[in-house]
C-alpha cells in the first residue's frame, strides 16, 4: 500500500510564496510520473504541474513561471514550489504518483490566498 501525505499550505498574502510537500511511505517517486492536482470550491480537480519520469515537467498555463514541480528521490518527497500566490491559486492540492499501473493520492492541502 502506497500512502502520500501533502503539507506546506496554509493562507498567504497574494504575492507571496508558499512550498508544498508530498512524502510518499515507500520509495516510488524515482522513475515514475508524478504531478500536483488542484480542486477550487465548485469546479473539478484539476492538473496544476507534472513530472515525467525522466524528468520532463510540465505546468498549467495559469502557472508557468510561478510555480515549480521537484523531486527529491532519497527523500521520496515531490515538492510544488508557488511565488507569486493569486487569489485565484486558492484550492485544496493534491499530489499523485503513477506507479505499477495504479494511480494514487494524497489526502490534500488547503492554499488560501487573501486579496
Known amino acids: 500500500q502506497v500512502q502520500l501525505v501533502e503539507s506546506g499550505g496554509g493562507l498567504v498574502q497574494a504575492g507571496g510564496s508558499l512550498r508544498l510537500s508530498c512524502v510518499a511511505s515507500?520509495?516510488?517517486?524515482?522513475?515514475?510520473?508524478v504531478g500536483w492536482f488542484r480542486q477550487a470550491p465548485g469546479q473539478q480537480r484539476a492538473l496544476v504541474a507534472r513530472?515525467?519520469?525522466?524528468?520532463?515537467?510540465y505546468y498549467t498555463d495559469s502557472v508557468k513561471g510561478r510555480f515549480t514541480i521537484s523531486r527529491d528521490n532519497a527523500q521520496s518527497t515531490v515538492y510544488l514550489q508557488m511565488d507569486s500566490l493569486k487569489p485565484e491559486d486558492t484550492a485544496v492540492y493534491y499530489c499523485?504518483?503513477?506507479?505499477?499501473?495504479?494511480?494514487?493520492w494524497g489526502q490534500g492541502t488547503q492554499v488560501t490566498v487573501s486579496s
Open positions: 515507500r520509495s516510488i517517486f524515482s522513475g515514475n510520473a
Open positions: 499523485t504518483v503513477v506507479y505499477l499501473g495504479g494511480n494514487y
Open positions: 513530472m515525467s519520469s525522466a524528468g520532463d515537467t
